[in-house]
């Protein structure tokens, strides 16, 4: 069954830490990854996309790795701030359809 | 470039109701998708529409239904609420499908309660 799961759920962290968030994946055949910022109440906005052949992308303070082989995403922030505060989803693309994750809750703290 | 909108931002309705909500994609999209988010089921696809015609179908009922305008603005609708579509509805649009390179672009949403 194709599926996403994103792990932790939430995320407390302090303001300056850095976080690494986790996104695992069944589907089959693999198009591409997308990992998108929520702020509450307002839509996605993307912050990484990669295909089958690139395993790292860096967007800012935002780096996100894959590995195809296991099928495993993380998104890494950097020198967190509070404007990190959001949900992160990781979104994997395959054939014609797209599955998403259930989202990590991060709460940066001063 | 204006970025996606969707009106109106926040809905109060009753069961048994109907509701429309619009989308308008940024300028030279032609594929307009739209998601339901819960807080238990995260995004989820509704549907996409590209150049008037609905592409893909996502698992809901035939309550749900949409249309796309010749100038790509879409509509959805939904019909005899129910308290389970409270939710907040999202579209998103890209040049030329979700399921390619192409970034989608999400609006604001629209805040749908059922009462």
């Known amino acids: 069954k194709n599926q996403v799961e994103q792990s932790p759920q939430s995320l407390i962290i302090l303001e300056g830490k850095n976080c690494t968030l986790q996104?695992?994946?069944?589907?089959?055949?693999?198009?591409?990854l997308r990992w998108y910022k929520q702020d509450t109440g307002r839509g996605p906005v993307s912050l990484t996309i990669?295909?089958?052949?690139?395993n790292t992308k860096s967007n800012g303070r935002y780096t996100a790795t894959l590995d195809a082989d296991t099928k495993q995403s993380s998104l890494h922030i950097t020198a967190s701030q509070l404007s990190d505060s959001a949900s992160y989803i990781c979104?994997?693309?395959?054939?014609?359809?797209?599955?998403f994750g259930a989202g990590t809750r991060l709460t940066v703290k001063p | 470039k204006a970025g996606v909108t969707q009106t109106p931002r926040y809905l109060i309705k009753t069961r048994g109701q109907q509701v429309t909500l619009s989308c308008s994609p940024i300028?030279?999209?032609?594929?307009v998708s739209w998601y339901q988010q819960t807080p238990g089921q995260g995004l989820q696809f509704l549907f996409e529409?590209?150049?008037?015609?609905?592409?893909n179908k996502g698992n809901f009922p035939g309550r749900f239904s949409g249309r796309q305008f010749s100038n790509s603005r879409s509509e959805m609708n939904v019909s005899t609420l129910e308290l389970g579509d409270s939710a907040l509805y999202l579209c998103?649009?890209?040049?030329?499908?979700?399921?390619?390179?192409?970034?989608?672009?999400f609006g604001p949403g629209t805040r749908l309660t059922v009462l």
């Open positions: 998103a649009s890209s040049l030329t499908g979700r399921e390619f390179y192409n970034e989608q672009f």
């Open positions: 996104c695992n994946y069944t589907v089959s055949p693999f198009s591409n």
């Open positions: 990669m295909t089958f052949s690139e």
């Open positions: 979104v994997v693309s395959f054939s014609n359809d797209m599955r």
């Open positions: 300028s030279g999209h032609r594929s």
């Open positions: 529409y590209f150049s008037e015609t609905q592409r």
